[in-house]
Each structure stands twice: as C-alpha cells, then as structure tokens.
C-alpha cells in the first residue's frame, strides 16, 4: 500500500472526493479488482518512472490516496458510511471550500460538526472520520489517545537446593525494574506544574515526514516522545524521562524436578504496564547447587557405590542411602564387572505428572592405599593361585590386528 498510511490529517473536501473514480473501478468492486487497478495506475504514474512529469506525479499522489482508503476493508466501510450520509444530505449545503456552510439561513461550522469546536465537543462525526483517517479538522490531526503499552519483562536469577529443587518451593525474590517516576508518576514535568500541548506535534505524539515518491510515514515527536504534552520544567528527579525504578519483593513458586539452568516465565510478575497496559513476565534463571552425594540425569538420581574387589567377585548385598533417607538393599551378583549400574525403581526425581524415576547405582572398586600383614598375604597368595591365567595374554596380539 502506498502513499499515505491513515494517519495524516483529514480535509473536508475529501468527502467530496470519488476514491472510486479516482482507481477507475466501481463502488462494489471486490478488493482484488482494487489492488488490480491500483497497481496498473501506480505503476504507470510512478515518479521514479516519470522524473519530469509533474502530472504523472499528482496523478501517482491521488491514486496513492484513493487505495489507501477503499484498499483498506475497515477504513473502506468507514468511507462509504460517510459518502452515503452526504449522498442523502446528512451534510446541509455539500463540502465547499472552506469549514463553514449555509444552508436555508442557517449556518454549519465544521469545528463544531466534527467535534472540534470547542471543550464540550467530540464524539459524533469527528469520532468517525478520526477512525478513519487518524487526523481531525481544524489543525489537520486530532490528539491521539496514549496506547497501552506492555510493561518491561524482568530478568532475576535463583539459587536452590538439590533437595528443593526436587521437591520444588516458594521463594522470595527481591527485583529492581524500571517504573513510572514516583514524584512526577511518569509525566516528566515538574511536580505543581501544568503541561500545555506540544507544539512540535499538536499534541498527536508523531510527525509525519516525507520519504520522497508521494509516500509519507509517521515518527515519534522528538520534542515530546510521543506523550502529546511538554513541560517548561522537568521534574527534578527523573530530569524529564518520566522513568523511575521500582524495588519490590515477590513470592514465586520454583516447580518441582526444576532442573540446573533451566529458565522459568511467571507471567505478569514483570515491570508494571503503562496506559492500562498488562505487567511483563519475570524470567528466572535457576541454578542448583550440587548435592555431596547424589547426582542427576534427567528425571534419575545417581550415585557411585564403593565396592571392594570381594564384593564383585564372590557376590554381595549391600545397603546404599536414597534420598529419601530409607535406605535400600543392592544385591550384587558374584563376577559383577567394575562400573556396572543398578536400577532402583521409583527412588529418583519426580516428574511434573507426578511420577519418580529411578536410582541409578554405579558400582566402583576401591584399592586400599595401605594392607596390613594379613591382607597383604591373603591378596599374595590370590595372586599365586591366579598366576597361571594372565589377564593380558592376548592384549598384543588383538592390538596387532
């Protein structure tokens, strides 16, 4: 779509215009059939196309104009909403013009017909035409209402325990995010000081500027930052930004099976909402410190069992800790290899429908740094009655292969 985007003023003689006309189609024709014969038109009219053309130019200027309007479904039934109004002189005495019009003696100012004329007025006409090209009469824009904005979404980081991070708890957090400024509540003005309308804007929070080729688009007012109104004085604490920060202490509930790392949305816990606009969302970043000994993998606690060299190979039942704190009994098979891992069903983390997984136990084999006499001479003589059956016989030769 081109030209201009509906939010540039409105004159009156508009109304009087035929967008119609102006695009070549009829008044039921389907948006297909518009966008066919705007885009034959723009094409053909197009200043880049015609450099010395100032005809092809105005022509490209009224095209660009009429799409914008019957181009777009909404503003389109808007428009012929008010053309059959005129149609059936809901307008005594047409668009001349000029704002004022007789009819029968009596006179019309458009100030007053489009809710412009004065502290009381607004609604009625100036309501519709402002919907439908975002400006209003008089000084070619209406003030537009301040939108509501989304407050700021905040970032805060958690450290919990191995435990609660299974079970899962409710914390307190302490955040700073950015707020209206408490002694101007965001205005930016001087506390006891009256705002007047910017001057750079008229009080529509945007200025439209020109980007060449007929077309046009709307920027924030540099003078106001959008807020429609200045102050002579800034207000002292804020120095004009209206923004502030804001320090508060929240409760949040950490789920259970949160896992290290992982990030958490609760929503609406953010920064406050500007113009009735909803809170932003709290992102908190869990850390997990790790537990002496137990570990995780996935919805599985895990954990390494010392052995001894016995225990594996003559078989054993031995009794390791769950966290719970109810041990269990691990029944070790005699010729278990060293580094095999045992399930223990339903002793592991909880997840989030209510189920646990399991405990997965990692034998290990300990050599004891120091044997006393008898133990040196029973692991000696185990030595001699193995002799005969070396465990690397065939290292070399597999390696050779």
Known sequence: MAGNN???????????????????????????????????????????????????????????????????????????????????????????GGTTTTTGGRGYNFEDLFGGGGAGAGGGLGDMFGDLFGGGFGRGRTQARPRPTKGADVESTATIGFVDALEGLTISLRLTSDAACPDCNGTGGK??????????????????????????MNETCPRCGGRQLIYDEACPTCHGTGRGTSARTIQARIPAGVKDGQRIRLKGKGGAGENGGPNGDLYVTVRVTPHRVFGRKDDNLTIDVPVSFDELALGAEVKIPTLTGAPVTLRIPAGTPNGRTFRVRGKGARRSDGTTGDLLATVEVQVPAHLDEAARAAVEAYREATADKPLRANLFEQAAR
């Open 6 to 96: 509906g939010n540039e003023g409105i004159r009156p003689d508009w109304v009087n215009k035929d967008f119609y006309a102006e695009l070549g189609v009829k008044k039921d024709a389907t948006a297909d059939e518009i966008k066919k014969a705007y885009r034959k038109l723009a094409r053909a009219n197009h200043p880049d196309s015609n450099p010395d053309d100032t005809a092809k130019h105005e022509k490209f200027k009224k095209v660009a104009e009429a799409y914008d309007v019957v181009g777009d479904p909404e503003k389109r039934k808007k428009y012929d909403e008010v053309r059959s109004l005129y149609a059936g002189g809901g307008f005594p005495g047409g668009f001349p």
């Open 191 to 216: 506390p006891g000081t009256k705002p007047r309308v910017c001057p750079e804007c008229e009080g529509a929070g945007y200025i439209v500027q020109s980007v060449g080729g007929g077309f046009s």
